[in-house]
């Protein structure tokens, strides 16, 4: 009995340590709609106010503003950025990029994050995407923030 006990002890960790690492395995892809956030908030300013204090924020909040923000179109009230935000995948940290489109109008703003790659190539396991969501509904969140304040 004693020697079967060990390898069906043995097999069921080995397993216990697969299952759970099923949701961080490295990918290669993504779902199509998977990684993209979008989140709305109402202002109290207009487009053009809008759009230059979400300028502002971008600016102040990355590092080489210049490369990072791709676009600027007031007259549409568009803005996008590229730039990246800290991960932790299983006990590690990854830098991961994204891109950030702000859309400016009256009363409101929009912003809709899309997630790219993690430094490694890989894209995020799929149990870190609520975490990444999360970090971007803070980020959106400080955003109207920092309009209403300004």
């Known amino acids: 009995m004693k020697r079967l006990t060990y390898p069906l002890l043995a097999m069921s960790f080995v397993l216990f340590l697969i299952s759970g690492c099923a949701n961080s395995a490295t990918r290669y892809s993504m779902d199509p709609g998977e990684g993209v956030y979008s989140f709305t908030h109402e202002t109290t300013k207009d487009q053009a106010s809008t759009f230059y ?14 490369d990072a923000i791709t676009m600027r179109r007031l007259e549409t009230g568009t803005l996008i950025a590229n730039s990246s935000i800290t991960v932790p995948v299983v006990g590690v940290s990854f830098w991961l990029s994204y891109t950030l489109k702000i ?18 190539g890989a894209y995020p396991p799929r149990d870190a995407m ?21």
Do not use: M
């Open 53 to 66: 204090l979400a300028e502002e924020w971008l600016a102040s909040g990355i590092r080489n503003a210049n």
């Open 103 to 120: 859309t400016c109008s009256d009363n409101q703003i929009n912003t809709l994050f899309t997630t790219g790659k993690l430094h490694n």
């Open 130 to 150: 609520p975490g990444i969501e999360e970090d971007f509904r803070l980020l959106s969140y400080s955003l109207k923030k920092y309009i209403e304040e300004n």
